[in-house]
């Protein structure tokens, strides 16, 4: 059997700095920076410009580990940077110049990730590093399951014993802190396994990182499995040590995430609906969170819906929306496939990954909803939306017609998973041609990348954008083919 395991972490390791961005403007670039360290030691200074050392804040100490942030800005500057551990990180932090920003997902896979070869794993880390070189990127976006972290299910004798058991059983089953102290410190070691990798790390210390989850930085499948199971003590135990493993090293806070500690990015001050918004000249960036507030039935939840309206109309005047949907937003017909499924018998096992999709049948409402809330932002506040999806593991791109402006979708999926078979994205390009339009008259549509003839591709891949004076152009780098044309957005 496979091991699904974490590979050990040395208990003097450093790790970090990793960047994440926190917006900014014309004049400075506001960050922070995580370093985690073995409890008790003395960590280098952070200096930015050869500035004095800033003060860390900590976060959390878990494990033997404790995880520091240190909140700090930079000069709008296309050559700013700061020192640590004796090195100095370059980071171009000018965004009223022109910018360039990468795009990422599916940073693993669901069966022996860490036991790959890093030269093969990190194969695009690698070349993306290369392009920062040439050129600098100035924010890093993730759209998602930036780890694979389904080998949870095997961190604990109790969980899997709870795995194997009865509903009944499952239902009625206690959450121990013994399980929980094992759920929690998979969750964190797993980052650090990936994050801590040369080819990861080297590029989450120089470009600051915004990043927003999906299901498997949780288990597969969260929030669309069965009521029941979402319900039961165990899961919701373990989901709550992936949002506190979620706080801790994707928004670099700490781990209660609560209204005192969530960074003011986060919308929701209670921490119901992780969503988030950063503001930058002529930029803003926006992530719902389709995690968080799940069930089979909803995707965004109350939190989410209250927020994400107020978030997107209240958007700095003039500004282009990049939008983070971890699921694509625009996508073929999924209705026929889980009509067709629900007659086969044992089919129903797929189920789930089928209501991950907002093109679901069991989410078409509140798709229609979406849908219609974008295009509102878009013409009555005059906005241009380009949306970020990741999840499929293929690259592909779309437009939702609105009666009024053209809204881009450019999915980007994986960076490191491996590519589906070629006969995987014939179906899924079958099911494109067929079509769907939820909304009259506003025609949703997947189209090839530039230059390709299928609607998918299936190659490992991730997304630039470039900014050039007001024009915004994308282009895809797949692995084994190369990059595609400029595609004008």
Not at 57 to 76: K, M
Not at 107 to 128: I, K, S, Y
Not at 189 to 214: E, K, T
Not at 246 to 268: E, I
């Amino acid at each position: 059997m496979t091991d699904r395991k974490a590979k050990i972490i040395k208990g003097n390791d450093l790790f970090g700095p990793f960047l994440f961005a926190r917006g900014g403007d014309d004049r400075v670039s506001k960050l922070a920076a995580l370093v985690v360290a073995p409890e008790g030691m003395e960590i280098p200074e952070l200096r930015p410009m050869g500035t004095a050392a800033v003060s860390p804040v900590e976060l959390a100490t878990l494990f033997g580990r404790t995880y520091w942030r240190f909140d700090f800005d930079l000069p709008a500057k296309p050559d700013a940077y700061y020192h640590f551990d004796g090195e100095t990180f370059t980071v171009f932090s000018d965004f009223s110049s022109d910018i360039r920003i990468g795009f990422v997902s599916c940073n693993g896979q669901e069966e022996g990730d860490l036991d790959r070869p890093l030269e093969d794993r990190n194969a695009l880390w690698t070349d993306l590093g290369r392009e920062h070189q040439n050129r600098p990127f100035a924010l890093l976006l993730h759209g998602g399951d930036q780890i694979y972290a389904d080998g949870v299910w095997e961190c604990h004798p109790d969980i899997v014993r709870w795995t194997k058991a009865r509903r009944r059983t499952k239902q009625s089953s206690a959450f121990s802190e013994d399980m929980r102290d094992a759920v929690l410190k998979f969750y964190l070691d797993h980052y650090l396994a990936i994050y801590g990798q040369p080819q990861i790390s080297h590029m989450l210390a120089r470009v600051p990182s915004l990043m927003m989850w999906d299901d498997h930085d949780i288990f597969d499948g969260w929030g669309s499995h069965k009521k029941w199971f979402q319900g039961s003590e165990v899961a919701r135990g373990m989901f709550a040590c992936a949002r506190a493993a979620f706080c801790l090293m994707q928004l670099a806070a700490s781990p209660d995430g609560s209204d005192k500690t969530l960074p003011d990015m986060v919308l929701d001050r209670a921490g119901k609906s992780l969503a988030w918004k950063v503001e930058y000249p002529g930029i803003s960036l926006v992530a719902p969170d389709l995690r968080s507030e799940r069930t089979p039935n909803d995707i965004m939840g109350d939190h989410g819906w209250r927020d994400l309206p107020v978030a997107l109309e209240t958007v700095s005047k003039g500004n282009r929306i990049l939008l983070m949907s971890s699921v694509p937003v625009i996508g073929p017909r999924l209705s026929l496939v889980e009509m067709f499924l629900h007659m086969l018998p044992r089919a129903q096992k797929y189920e789930d990954d089928l209501r991950d999709q907002w093109q679901s049948r069991w989410h078409r409402r509140e798709w229609c909803r979406f849908l219609e809330l974008l295009e509102r932002i878009a013409n009555d506040h005059d906005h241009d939306i380009t949306i970020l999806s990741g999840e499929i593991h293929v690259a592909t791109r779309g437009t939702f017609e609105t009666q009024g402006k053209t809204i881009h979708q450019l999915v980007a999926s994986g960076i490191s998973h491996t590519a589906p078979p070629v006969a995987f994205a014939r179906c899924l390009g079958l099911l494109a041609w067929i079509g769907d339009n939820p909304l009259p008259d506003r025609p949703t549509k997947l189209k090839p990348l530039p230059g390709r003839i299928g609607t998918y591709c299936a190659a490992r891949n991730y997304l630039t954008l470039d900014r050039k004076g007001q024009n915004w152009d994308a282009n895809w780098h797949l692995e084994g083919i190369g990059w595609t044309a400029d595609l004008t957005i």
